[in-house]
């Protein structure tokens, strides 16, 4: 059975009419979207169609396929672009049919198309140059491609306009069987010439770098070029500002029947660590911090296997699909990881996390963490924490343009305190913590959020 991989960046008007035609092949078993923060409604339309999404650590295109790959659970996969509307109706079958008779490890594209500017100037020159074995290939930088997951998963992707050709070159270089297929007339968007110069030098930095010695490889032709934004960015979407009213949900012990770290150390092997270091940091961004340096080494697989084993409340979906049709935003703030409620924010169909933004390279943890700004106390802050949800609450506010006292806060924790007493309606959930019930409107006693439609129904 194949894959289908798909990584997005704002292709809301595209994903759902391609995930539509590769579910129709009988091979698919699975389709994973990754996504890459986008902007748009790319997550809930691919969502909508059935497909598995997650959102990708890093960004940059290269970093989504090496946690597509990650996520995939068959052997042959196939990758395609967001953004075509034009593939044969055999796309799946077209692309996998080398590996699944085993003529090939790796599939690459032909196709026909309006436009071709980097790779007849910039590719096909500097690949008759320094790897003229592969001159044949009439598309080297399609993004269409098919393999086998065995080989896939051994490649160090590019992060950015250079993974389709360093990923040529490298499965090359490893002797791999590499079949071409001619899928016939592709259309996508035309590039604005400045994203064909960026295009341009990323591709000329991974051909030239591979055809270097080694010694030189981790010179000046391998650093990458990054576009940086902001968590906050990511999570507010213009087409939502319209709305007048926001749930916020904590995740550990209230989406989630658990909690992440607690999980994680279990699962992972670092409980006595976890344990010293809470009991021994009074400061909330210390032991963030230190907690941070235990993921060390794990990779985002890893990470959200451990997330999974971890139940959500029964009827959180279909809570949060009502509050949605009755003109909520929904989103979650957590002192855990964004790889996670980024993960748990797709499951529900929700429209932003902020949470601690864990550092990933190759898709593998690196102990560093960043504590994003709007954590932390402001002149504007109303309690004296230097780290505390509460401070998120109050920029969500100015940006959706939603009056604090019509935002809902949902917690089960001293964490929540403040978030839960800042905002209109300050909920506590299933909690046994005593001044949290205290400073809440409402109290909900059952592990369920039942009770929370029927509390805002009435407002």
Same mark, same amino acid.
């Given at each position: 059975?194949?894959?289908?991989?798909?990584?997005?960046? $704002?292709?809301?008007?595209?994903?759902?009419?391609?995930?539509?035609?590769?579910?129709?092949?009988? =091979?698919?078993?699975?389709?994973?979207?990754?996504?890459?923060?986008?902007?748009?409604? =790319?997550?809930?339309?691919?969502?909508?169609?059935?497909?598995?999404?997650?959102?990708?650590?890093?960004?940059?295109?290269?970093?989504?396929?090496?946690?597509?790959?990650?996520?995939? *659970?068959?052997?042959? /996969?196939?990758?395609?672009?967001?953004?075509? =509307?034009?593939?044969?109706?055999?796309?799946?079958?077209?692309?996998?049919?080398?590996?699944?008779?085993?003529?090939?490890?790796?599939?690459?594209?032909?196709?026909?198309?309006?436009?071709?500017?980097?790779?007849?100037?910039?590719?096909?020159?500097?690949?008759? /140059?320094?790897?003229?074995?592969?001159?044949?290939?009439?598309?080297?930088?399609?993004?269409?491609?098919?393999?086998?997951?065995?080989?896939?998963?051994?490649?160090?992707?590019?992060?950015?306009?250079?993974?389709?050709?360093?990923?040529?070159?490298?499965?090359?270089?490893?002797?791999?069987?590499?079949?071409?297929?001619?899928?016939?007339?592709?259309?996508?968007?035309? +590039?604005?010439?400045?994203?064909?110069?960026?295009?341009?030098?990323?591709?000329?930095?991974?051909?030239?770098?591979?055809?270097?010695?080694? +010694?030189?490889?981790?010179?000046?032709?391998?650093?990458?070029?990054?576009?940086?934004?902001?968590?906050?960015?990511?999570?507010?979407?213009?087409?939502?500002?319209?709305?007048?009213?926001?749930?916020?949900?904590?995740?550990?012990?209230?989406?989630?029947?658990?909690?992440?770290?607690?999980?994680?150390?279990?699962?992972?092997?670092?409980?006595?660590?976890?344990?010293?270091?809470?009991?021994? $940091?009074?400061?909330? @961004?210390?032991?963030?911090?230190?907690?941070?340096?235990?993921?060390?080494?794990?990779?985002?697989?890893?990470?959200?296997?451990?997330?999974?084993?971890?139940?959500?409340?029964?009827?959180?979906?279909?809570?949060?699909?009502?509050?949605?049709?009755?003109?909520?935003?929904?989103? @979650?703030?957590?002192?855990?990881?964004?790889?996670?409620?980024?993960?748990?924010?797709?499951?529900?169909?929700?429209?932003?996390?902020?949470?601690?933004?864990?550092?990933?390279?190759?898709?593998?943890?690196?102990?560093?963490?960043? @504590?994003?700004?709007?954590?932390?106390?402001?002149?504007?802050?109303?309690?004296?924490?230097?780290?505390?949800?509460?401070?998120?609450?109050? +920029?969500?506010?100015?940006?959706?343009? @939603?009056?604090?006292?019509?935002? =809902?806060?949902?917690?089960?924790?001293?964490?929540?305190?403040?978030?839960? *007493?800042?905002?209109?309606?300050?909920?506590?959930?299933?909690?046994? $913590?005593?001044?949290?019930?205290?400073?809440?409107?409402?109290?909900?006693?059952?592990?369920?959020?039942?009770?929370?439609?029927?509390?805002?129904?009435?407002?």
């Amino acid at each position: 059975m194949v894959t289908v991989i798909i990584p997005a960046l $704002n292709e809301a008007e595209t994903i759902s009419a391609v995930i539509r035609l590769v579910k129709r092949s009988p =091979t698919v078993s699975e389709v994973i979207v990754v996504d890459d923060k986008s902007h748009d409604n =790319t997550v809930s339309f691919a969502r909508d169609e059935g497909a598995t999404v997650y959102t990708s650590t890093t960004l940059g295109k290269g970093a989504s396929m090496r946690e597509g790959i990650l996520f995939a *659970r068959n052997e042959y /996969l196939l990758f395609l672009d967001a953004d075509i =509307t034009t593939y044969p109706a055999d796309i799946v079958e077209l692309m996998t049919a080398p590996l699944v008779n085993d003529t090939a490890d790796f599939v690459k594209s032909v196709f026909t198309r309006q436009a071709g500017r980097v790779t007849e100037l910039v590719a096909k020159p500097l690949l008759r /140059l320094l790897f003229p074995e592969l001159a044949r290939f009439s598309q080297p930088l399609s993004g269409m491609v098919a393999g086998k997951k065995s080989l896939m998963q051994s490649l160090e992707l590019e992060n950015d306009y250079g993974v389709d050709i360093g990923m040529l070159i490298d499965i090359h270089l490893k002797g791999a069987r590499i079949a071409e297929v001619n899928i016939g007339y592709i259309e996508n968007r035309m +590039q604005s010439w400045e994203q064909l110069s960026k295009m341009s030098l990323e591709v000329s930095r991974a051909i030239i770098s591979r055809g270097e010695p080694l +010694q030189k490889r981790e010179g000046d032709t391998l650093r990458k070029v990054s576009a940086l934004t902001t968590q906050m960015e990511y999570a507010l979407r213009e087409n939502r500002k319209g709305l007048s009213r926001m749930v916020i949900f904590d995740m550990d012990n209230t989406l989630l029947k658990g909690s992440f770290i607690t999980t994680a150390s279990q699962m992972l092997g670092f409980e006595e660590e976890l344990i010293n270091i809470v009991t021994h $940091n009074d400061t909330a @961004i210390m032991r963030t911090k230190l907690i941070a340096t235990l993921m060390k080494g794990h990779s985002v697989k890893e990470v959200l296997d451990v997330a999974e084993t971890i139940p959500l409340v029964e009827d959180a979906l279909d809570v949060v699909t009502e509050l949605k049709k009755n003109g909520f935003i929904c989103g @979650i703030i957590s002192d855990s990881y964004d790889v996670v409620t980024n993960h748990i924010k797709n499951k529900l169909g929700m429209d932003f996390s902020v949470a601690n933004e864990l550092e990933f390279s190759r898709s593998v943890a690196t102990g560093e963490v960043k @504590i994003p700004s709007y954590f932390l106390r402001t002149k504007q802050s109303k309690c004296s924490h230097e780290y505390c949800k509460s401070n998120v609450i109050r +920029q969500l506010s100015a940006s959706y343009g @939603i009056d604090i006292s019509n935002i =809902t806060a949902i917690g089960d924790s001293d964490n929540d305190i403040c978030m839960v *007493r800042e905002c209109g309606t300050g909920i506590s959930f299933y909690s046994q $913590n005593k001044y949290l019930n205290l400073v809440a409107d409402h109290l909900i006693t059952v592990r369920s959020f039942s009770p929370l439609l029927e509390i805002l129904g009435g407002k």
